[in-house]
């Protein structure tokens, strides 16, 4: 079980955004993230987008950094990635 986060590139609100997701339970992405003070208005389906300012405390906190790529790879491998056409179908 492991929580990851790839790099804050993703621009929007005047600041930069990472993805953080669980490679296992939705159930373990949320503990993570209410034990960070992360909002969960943060959350968007399968993950969490957070601002650049927060990335380095979310490491150090234990979430591993990855690509993009490879998160997106882990995601989809644990079952949990919701895709493209799923989101806009909701």
Excluded: C, K, N
């Excluded at 150090?60 to 179908?89: F, N």
Aim: no cysteine; hydrophobic share 45%; proline share 4%.
């Amino acid at each position: 079980m492991t929580v990851l986060i790839d790099q804050a590139i993703w621009p929007a609100h005047d600041t930069v955004w990472a993805h953080l997701v669980s490679d296992s339970s939705l159930d373990e992405l949320h503990a993570f993230a209410e034990a960070q003070q992360i909002p969960r208005r943060g959350f968007d389906l399968d993950h969490y987008d957070v601002p650049l300012e927060r990335w380095q405390a979310l490491v150090d906190a234990g979430a591993l950094p990855v690509s993009g790529r490879e998160l997106v790879t882990r995601l989809r491998a644990s079952g949990l990635r919701v895709s493209a056409r799923e989101r806009r179908g909701l």
